[in-house]
DNA sequence: TGACATTGGTCAGAGGCTCTGACTAATTTG
DNA sequence: CAAATTAGTCAGAGCCTCTGACCAATGTCA
């Protein structure tokens, strides 16, 4: 359903969505590399995609659900794990007495330390490979299009 | 672990990594409703990703594995999910005879042309979002990009 | 105010995905 | 030819994700 067409053979131009996933998924098994290094490896990349969209003053299990694209019983069992493991603690949120709010621990931010320093890294590899330039323009380009594809933008 | 860092607060410019997701999901959800509501939702996310990758003349398990970055068992489970449901066959590998190429079926590439107009659509739509010409540089920076995040480039 | 709908979240159960370990068969290497 | 490698399978365990049913707090509106 990607790239060089059907039975027929000739061979098009790739898939943007390709083309996205591809150093996406190099730079998320990087930062993930570095992790497990780091000592950071009693999480899986499930528990992961939720850790990482908790602000810093703490977010709703909802909206993790609705961010990750998971269902609200996932999102629970996947942060019921993370606490368990001291990534995160979950509040009472002040404003309504339904909901708590996951906040990150201690752990959690020296987890982002040790992610965002990988990814530094990378994007600086990223940058030596294509250019400033153009390195500049894919980002700019990149962020345009959240606009119109990112529902939480 | 990604964007607004940490409990100092200063926001800084979004990880890449993000910026490349965002839209990569946006994409594949519209390819995932477009198929389902052409009538192919026999088939899981996890399928799709190993069906995609079955090249026009077939594809050996293990590199349907390695490319998916999944066990081969994994990749062995899926493919007879698929071959349950009639999107691929397994025939005799004539190089090998140990092997067995995965070869899309009849409606596998049905469903493939139901993807690539998706597909092609989304692309138009982009390209009209950011201008012909900042599509072309996106498009040229993900495809250079390829060569140092792609080991199957 | 008081009924009703909505929203935040949990519990229970089922099914799907993915891994490790162990194994067979064919191929390649020395 | 013997040993090492490679293609693939079987078995079992654990994790992830969903649907459905449910409770409690909040919002809506006559």
Request: charged share 30%.
């Amino acid at each position: 359903m990607t790239a060089d067409g059907g039975p027929d053979g000739a061979e098009p131009e790739t898939n943007t969505g390709v083309l996205l996933f591809l150093p996406y998924r190099a730079l998320e098994n990087r930062v993930f590399a570095a992790l497990a290094e780091a000592g950071f490896d009693d999480f899986t990349p499930a528990q992961a995609r939720v850790l990482q969209r908790i602000g810093p003053h703490g977010t709703r299990l909802t909206d993790l659900a609705e961010q990750a694209q998971v269902t609200k019983q996932t999102a629970g069992f996947l942060v019921d794990q993370l606490e368990k493991a001291g990534y995160v603690r979950r509040v009472p949120d002040p404003t309504d007495r339904r909901a708590r709010l996951v906040c990150g621990a201690e752990k959690a931010w020296a987890a982002k330390e040790v992610a965002d320093g990988v990814v530094a890294q990378v994007e600086k590899e990223w940058a030596e490979h294509l250019g400033k330039r153009r390195m500049r323009q894919l980002r700019e380009a990149l962020t345009s299009l959240r606009e119109i594809t990112d529902p939480w933008a």
